[in-house]
């Protein structure tokens, strides 16, 4: 949830403050979006797909699923969430020494990782920020956001979890990366 809120920050921020003359190039259908029954990383990309009028499939893995078609080749470094889409010669997987090569047939066209995700939709709509800056200013708040993920999932994943680690997390963490509105 923080990790969500916290990228929506961000994409919020880009559509508020950019005037860009960009125009958007959006993905091509079918566009996919595959990660496990939780919200988790994926939730930010489910967010911006919404947001910008994507019509997708939203498929949610089970562990026994993630563990058959993890080694496929089909997810660039075994990872999730991941985003298929028509076929995109601009999301070629690059040739990395020592990379094991793509073995599915949607190995070209699948990006992953979240903050990659975010930023390809942001380009591809132009809300990545009209300058250097802005595009600095959306980098450091992704940034921020995932620093606000990882702390809340220390959090509640930690077996001592209690009422004043909580209150803790809301009184101290969250003012530190969240401050209201100057």
């Known amino acids: ?104 047939k949607f190995a070209n066209r699948t990006a992953v990782q979240t903050n990659a995700i975010l930023r390809l939709l942001a380009r591809r709509h132009g809300l990545d920020g009209a300058t250097a800056y802005e595009r600095h200013r959306v980098d450091v708040l992704l940034g921020a956001a995932d620093d606000v993920r990882t702390a809340y999932s220390r959090l509640v994943y930690n077996p001592a979890f209690d009422d004043a680690a909580a209150r803790a997390f809301i009184d101290t963490t969250l003012p530190a990366w969240l401050p209201g509105p100057s």
């Open 1 to 104: 949830a923080a990790f969500a809120f916290g990228a929506g920050v961000a994409y919020m921020y880009t559509t508020q403050q950019q005037q860009s003359s960009q125009s958007a190039t959006p993905l091509p259908p079918p566009v996919e979006l595959v990660y496990f029954g939780a919200r988790g990383r994926a939730e930010a990309i489910r967010l911006m797909l919404e947001d910008l009028g994507y019509a997708y499939t939203d498929t949610r893995l089970t562990r026994d699923e993630w563990l058959a078609v993890k080694h496929s080749g089909r997810f660039e470094f075994e990872q999730l969430p991941a985003l298929s889409h028509g076929d995109d010669a601009t999301l070629r997987a690059p040739r990395i020494a020592g990379a094991k090569p793509p073995k599915a």
